[in-house]
């Protein structure tokens, strides 16, 4: 499976320009597909009210991975699993 992973950012985040570089990498080395959301742009103007306070925020196939730091070593992990991620347990 081919996973996406979303990182929800906003204009002037300097902790989301840090992240999305860090994601690059990793997410190009799984075969992972990265997309980036302004959170404040997005047509789904939810995004802004529930995770506006606390980005960047990961996520992964829809589901929420992680916000504000990323482990790689944690995220190679999820990347690596056949099936979609489907948040923590």
Do not use: K, N
């Amino acid at each position: 499976m081919v996973h996406t992973v979303t990182l929800l950012t906003r204009d002037g985040c300097g902790s989301c320009v840090r992240v999305h570089g860090q994601l690059i990498p990793l997410c190009a080395g799984e075969g992972a597909v990265l997309e980036m959301v302004d959170v404040d742009l997005a047509a789904d103007r939810e995004l802004a009210l529930e995770y506006g306070d606390r980005l960047p925020v990961v996520l992964v196939d829809g589901a929420e991975h992680s916000c504000w730091e990323v482990d790689d070593d944690e995220l190679i992990a999820t990347l690596a699993e056949p099936d979609r991620f489907s948040g923590w347990e």
